[in-house]
């Protein structure tokens, strides 16, 4: 994966019903094409070059039908491990949370939801008639990814927007170009199975 000159954009449509997005660059070219497979049995997300599909580079899979608590393997073009996500178990019933790890099992960060307020107050205000369709604009959660020693090193925002996700990834701290690969992979899956906040 080339050109990731960051903050990376993302954006997909919340009225359609496939789950797919662009990735842009802070040049505004496409760095990825994401595509989840909507009637797999497990979790199964593939990433693109760009929306032709003729050049995948990734692929997500769960190890398991449902997500709790999942364990969310990488793998390059070459079908090589490059890492691992898993998500962490019952603490994502409050606060979203996933472990970001190496091809070795070893964790590089964790990307965790700032404020889980955010969310309650989404589910509670989206419930509400013609009001709920306002969410997206005014709760927007935010997902730090954070080194083993408390570091923030990215940072994964919502933008405010009615009918449409727009996210944007920021690189706060240094990391070296596998991990920038790595954790944009994490992000995108988050957006994925987390389509529905804000």
Known sequence: MQNLHFPLSFTF????????FSVLNAQGETVAYTRQKIFKIKESIEIFRD??????????KAD???DFNANYTVRNAQDQV????????MKSLWQTS????DAQGQTRYTMREKNPWVAVLDGIVGEIPVIGMLTGYFFNPGYGVTAPDGREVFLLRKQPSFFERKFSLEKTGPANAEDDVLVLNAAMMLMLLERGDG
């Open 13 to 20: 449509k919340i009225l359609t019903p496939s789950n797919d």
């Open 51 to 60: 929306g032709s599909r003729g050049e995948r580079l990734y692929t997500i």
């Open 64 to 66: 398991r039908i449902i």
């Open 82 to 89: 490059i890492g691992q996500i898993k998500r962490s178990g």
């Open 98 to 101: 996933f472990t970001i790890m």
